[in-house]
Nanobody
Framework: QVQLVESGGGMVQAGGSLRLSCAAS????????MGWYRQAPGKQRELVAA???????NYADSVKARFTISRGNAENTVYLQMNRLKPEDTAVYSC?????????????????WGQGTQVTVSS
């Protein structure tokens, strides 16, 4: 029911910046939280940053003070501003959204994922 489209990945030198965007579309009642996860080769997927509909944020310790997550004016968009990038930030970054959709006279939970965007930081 909910599709996520990411953009903004690419290749940058260490110390540079990138901004990722994610937009949700489809049929949903509300989005309660959106976040960014990443997975590097040979490693498990990890939470990078998340933001709730109320504006509360959560960051991985490794990105605090360097990355900033924010939501657009529309509740269905989220951004990740990544500054002072390091080679260890290299990974596939995926957007996640959790919320409610209405179906069969009930509100039901959903959790959707984008296809991911590659971020490569060279030393």
């Amino acid at each position: 029911q909910v599709q996520l489209v990411e953009s903004g990945g690419g290749m940058v030198q260490a110390g540079g910046s990138l901004r990722l965007s994610c937009a949700a579309s489809g049929s949903f009642f509300s989005i309660n939280a959106m976040g960014w996860y990443r997975q590097a080769p040979g490693k498990q997927r990890e939470l990078v940053a998340a933001i709730t509909s109320g504006g509360s944020t959560n960051y991985a310790d490794s990105v605090k003070a360097r990355f900033t997550i924010s939501r657009g004016n529309a509740e269905n968009t989220v951004y990740l501003q990544m500054n002072r990038l390091k080679p260890e930030d290299t990974a596939v970054y995926s957007c996640n959204a959790e919320g409610l959709y209405y179906s069969g006279n009930y509100y039901r939970n959903f959790a959707s994922w984008g296809q991911g965007t590659q971020v490569t930081v060279s030393s």
